[in-house]
């Protein structure tokens, strides 16, 4: 099994300011992972390293940012290892694409862009890749729709075909189902379970446990720009965890393989 993340007693720092400090991190291909976090606890700048916009901040000690082996990537190269969908594509689709179709959308994958340009003339083998992508993820019937009178759910769909138009050995989301409704949501966990099953792994980024299905068997809790707890699922989503990584007394509950939370109830019994 190859190593995707391996990051050791990593930094990031604005100016002065840390906002994530010492992280170690290792992620293995196969190995489905959740990382949950309050707001603010660092999600979005450790996805930013993962994705290889940021870098480390400079330290006086040894540190690793290793991404499938490499410390430094071609952004494009790396898209073809590692798919990322974010809230922020989502958003650049809905804004600035709602004229493209699903299918155009999907095979925008290859050339990193939003829109489609004239001069980027697509192969034969482009084409099957867009549709195969689709079909795998069950949207076929999407590849004429444009964006515009696309539901979110649809769209969020298309962008994740869009990162699978490459062979990927993984797949980064971050905050998936924002702005899904519940069938919708529990659709686009089902779709990440298939995902998972057929060997890309998974890493979800998520404030939601609810979100965290069966396939993951690996839980990183962020918590004030340092990892709190990481490690077996089962073991790291405890209400004492969450109940700090929240800073509000929580409960965990499993039923069916899936996990809910509650606020803590106790009783004073006379
Ligand atoms: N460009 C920046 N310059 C300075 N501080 C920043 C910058 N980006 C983020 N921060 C700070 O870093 C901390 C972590 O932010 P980050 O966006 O990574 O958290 P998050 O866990 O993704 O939050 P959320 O769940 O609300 O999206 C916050 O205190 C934030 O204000």
């Not at 840390?18 to 700048?45: C, F, P, R």
């Not at 949207?139 to 444009?146: A, F, P, T």
């Not at 998936?176 to 890493?203: H, N, Y």
Request: aromatic share 8%; with cysteine; net charge negative.
């Amino acid at each position: 099994m190859s190593m995707i993340i391996d990051f050791q007693n990593v930094d990031l720092r604005y100016e002065d300011e840390y906002v994530l400090k010492n992280i170690s991190l290792h992620i293995q291909e196969g190995q489905h992972t959740v990382i949950l976090g309050a707001n603010g606890s660092g999600k979005s700048t450790l996805i930013k390293l993962i994705n290889c916009e940021l870098y480390p901040s400079y330290k006086n000690e040894p540190f690793k940012r290793e991404i499938l082996g490499h410390e430094r990537w071609v952004v494009s190269q790396l898209r073809q290892q590692i798919g990322v969908v974010t809230n922020d594509l989502h958003s650049r689709f809905s804004f600035d694409a709602g004229y493209l179709s699903g299918f155009e959308t999907v095979l925008s994958g290859f050339y990193g862009t939003i829109g489609l340009f004239d001069h980027l003339d697509h192969t034969p083998e482009q084409t099957q890749s867009a549709l195969h992508a689709m079909d795998r993820l069950g949207i076929l019937h999407l590849q004429h729709k444009r964006v515009d009178q696309m539901s979110t759910g649809e769209l969020r769909k298309c962008i994740v075909a869009r990162a699978l138009v490459h062979p990927i050995k993984a797949i980064l989301l971050d905050e998936p189902t924002v702005g899904l409704d519940i069938k919708a949501q529990l659709d686009f966990i089902e779709m990440m379970r298939s995902l998972a099953r057929s060997g890309t792994t998974v890493i979800l980024v998520t404030h939601h446990i609810e979100e965290v299905f069966e396939e993951i068997e690996h839980a990183i809790l962020l918590h004030a720009g340092g990892i709190h707890a990481s490690g077996e699922t089962s073991a790291v989503l405890s209400g004492a965890n969450l109940s700090v990584i929240f800073n509000t007394q929580l409960e965990v509950q499993k039923s069916h393989n899936r996990y809910s939370i509650q606020p803590y109830h106790f009783s004073l019994t006379l």
